[in-house]
């Protein structure tokens, strides 16, 4: 079975305030993707990064950062500086390599006010 | 390059009905994907195509099913609608090449039933 599990559902910073976004995860499978989508107030959602099981590597674009620690089966996501955009609901999904299918977190739904 | 596009956009339907909603992928995409996502239980996946053939399916009862055309739009298809159908319907389309691919997310079509 595989779960992600985003305990924050709701956080709200004030602009300029930097902020993480957790996202831990279960599988067995070895071979894995984890993704952080972004869904603002219209509905679509964005995609924002994969990493796979392999690549322990941290990343970062532009104002975003992504931590990703198979010790800890974390996937976290920072937004540095963060600007009211930014407000949307983040989800964290995990895809297995065995089925084409996203298993999503419940998502944390970001608030960024002026 | 034109995005994923999904119509209706907005529909309502009363219980006992049936529903069929399409979703055209972007050119080029052999896999698509279905997902349902409501404020209790999230994004779920329904079921995956790619070349007219499910590859993979959630945990959701019969009443839910889809298809695949030759030019790799999709149909899913509700019967029975219950209230608790309700929901957005959202369509992604990838490569279909394996479980890494990004998924591209249509605008969904947001499903209410009285």
């Given amino acids: ?114 | 390059k034109a995005g994923v596009t999904q119509t209706p956009r907005y529909l309502i339907k009363t219980r006992g009905q049936q529903v069929t909603l399409s979703c055209s992928p972007i050119s080029g995409h052999r896999s698509v994907s279905w997902y349902q996502q409501t404020p209790g239980q999230g994004l779920q996946f329904l079921f995956e195509y790619f070349s007219e053939t499910q590859r993979n399916k959630g945990n959701f009862p019969g009443r839910f099913s889809g298809r695949q055309f030759s030019n790799s739009r999709s149909e899913m298809n509700v019967s029975t609608l219950e209230l608790g159908d309700s929901a957005l319907y959202l369509c992604a389309s990838s490569l279909g090449s394996g479980a890494a691919d990004e998924q591209f997310f249509g605008p969904g079509t947001r499903l209410t039933v009285l």
């Fill in chain 1, 1 to 114: 079975a595989q779960k992600v599990t985003q305990a924050q559902t709701e956080i709200s910073v004030v602009e300029k305030e930097d902020v993480t976004l957790d996202c831990v995860y279960e599988t067995r499978d070895t071979t894995y993707y984890l993704f952080w989508y972004k869904q603002p107030p219209s509905g679509e959602l964005v995609f924002l990064i994969r990493r796979n099981s392999f690549d322990e590597q941290n990343e970062i674009s532009g104002r975003y950062s992504w931590n990703f620690q198979k010790s800890t089966s974390s996937f976290n996501f920072t937004i540095t500086a963060s600007q009211v955009v930014d407000s949307a609901v983040y989800f964290c999904a995990l895809s297995e390599a065995s089925r084409w299918a996203l298993n999503f977190g419940k998502g944390t739904s970001l608030l960024v006010t002026p």
